[in-house]
């Protein structure tokens, strides 16, 4: 019996032991709660780039002697993740510079800003060009400059209009016959005026193989060119030599001129 109370009671001071002592508990502890984490703030804005276009950028589709409005558009990119804010900027427009603002939302990552030059005469219009100028904070970015290229183009067509041929000595009249001479026979080609300019492609009477001329656009005002063919041979007494000499066109209309010859005959 009196081991059954001492058993008794150590059961009863073991297990208040252990309540009391923190002992194993179902219980959940909460977690502490990481006050210094938050979302993160955003970077402030920096350029990353400015870009220049011009349209049209080439001449090609303005008359010649007309006037046309020649766009300038400029992108500017910022970096990835910018907080937003205002940015100042230049156009360099010729001599001309054109100050402006633009404003970017927060996650904006790029603007495209335009400014049109109007009435601008074809003669003008290939030293136009114009870029735009930046600030990034405190430092400036400025873009490549954009230009007009290309000429104008002229509505007439291009045509010969005259065609001549001469040779030189113009006579042998002067040379002893039996004598070798060099004849130098020259054809004088003339094309239309305010063209875009053409092939003209001709043919020496005194040769199978046909000569091609290239004009240009008449932005240089060129309509006259002018080919040689030179013959070197005996002056003959019955004057088969120098023969004479002719000379026509095939491309881009037909004309001809000639014949030519130096005047003669020889002295004997």
Same mark, same amino acid.
């Given at each position: 019996?009196?081991?059954?109370?001492?058993?008794?009671?150590?059961?009863?001071?073991?297990?208040?032991?252990?309540? &009391?002592?923190?002992?194993?508990?179902?219980?959940?502890?909460?977690?502490?709660?990481?006050?210094?984490?938050?979302?993160?703030?955003?970077?402030?804005?920096?350029?990353?780039?400015?870009?220049?276009?011009?349209?049209?950028?080439?001449?090609?589709?303005?008359?010649?002697?007309?006037?046309?409005?020649?766009?300038?558009?400029?992108?500017?990119?910022?970096?990835?993740?910018?907080?937003?804010?205002?940015?100042?900027?230049?156009?360099?427009?010729?001599?001309?510079?054109?100050?402006?603002?633009?404003?970017?939302?927060?996650?904006?990552?790029?603007?495209?800003?335009?400014?049109?030059?109007?009435?601008?005469?074809?003669?003008?219009?290939?030293?136009?060009? &114009?870029?735009?100028?930046?600030?990034?904070?405190?430092?400036?970015?400025?873009?490549?400059?954009?230009?007009?290229? &290309?000429?104008?183009?002229?509505?007439?067509?291009?045509?010969?209009?005259?065609?001549?041929?001469?040779?030189?000595?113009?006579?042998?009249?002067?040379?002893?016959?039996?004598?070798?001479?060099?004849?130098?026979?020259?054809?004088?080609?003339?094309?239309?005026?305010?063209?875009?300019?053409?092939?003209?492609?001709?043919?020496?009477?005194?040769?199978?193989?046909?000569?091609?001329?290239?004009?240009?656009?008449?932005?240089?005002?060129?309509?006259?060119?002018?080919?040689?063919?030179?013959?070197?041979?005996?002056?003959?007494?019955?004057?088969?030599?120098?023969?004479?000499?002719?000379?026509?066109?095939?491309?881009?209309?037909?004309?001809?001129?000639?014949?030519?010859?130096?005047?003669?005959?020889?002295?004997?």
């Amino acid at each position: 019996m009196f081991r059954r109370l001492v058993v008794i009671m150590l059961l009863f001071f073991v297990v208040f032991g252990i309540v &009391g002592c923190g002992g194993p508990s179902t219980s959940a502890t909460p977690t502490p709660t990481d006050d210094t984490q938050s979302t993160p703030t955003a970077a402030p804005l920096h350029i990353k780039s400015v870009t220049t276009s011009v349209t049209p950028n080439t001449l090609a589709s303005v008359s010649c002697g007309s006037s046309a409005d020649f766009t300038f558009s400029s992108v500017i990119a910022v970096d990835e993740g910018s907080g937003g804010g205002t940015v100042s900027y230049i156009w360099n427009i010729g001599s001309n510079h054109i100050p402006g603002t633009i404003t970017f939302a927060p996650s904006e990552m790029s603007k495209t800003i335009t400014y049109t030059v109007k009435g601008v005469s074809s003669s003008a219009a290939p030293s136009l060009s &114009g870029s735009l100028s930046v600030n990034n904070n405190g430092t400036t970015m400025t873009s490549i400059p954009a230009t007009v290229t &290309g000429i104008c183009s002229f509505s007439g067509k291009f045509q010969i209009t005259n065609l001549t041929i001469s040779v030189n000595p113009s006579a042998v009249t002067s040379v002893i016959c039996g004598n070798y001479i060099t004849f130098v026979y020259t054809a004088t080609v003339t094309v239309t005026p305010n063209t875009n300019g053409g092939t003209v492609v001709l043919k020496w009477n005194f040769s199978a193989t046909p000569v091609t001329l290239t004009f240009g656009p008449y932005v240089a005002g060129q309509t006259t060119r002018t080919i040689t063919y030179p013959l070197t041979g005996r002056v003959i007494h019955n004057e088969t030599f120098p023969p004479n000499g002719s000379i026509a066109s095939s491309i881009p209309n037909v004309v001809s001129a000639g014949p030519v010859k130096p005047y003669g005959p020889c002295t004997p």
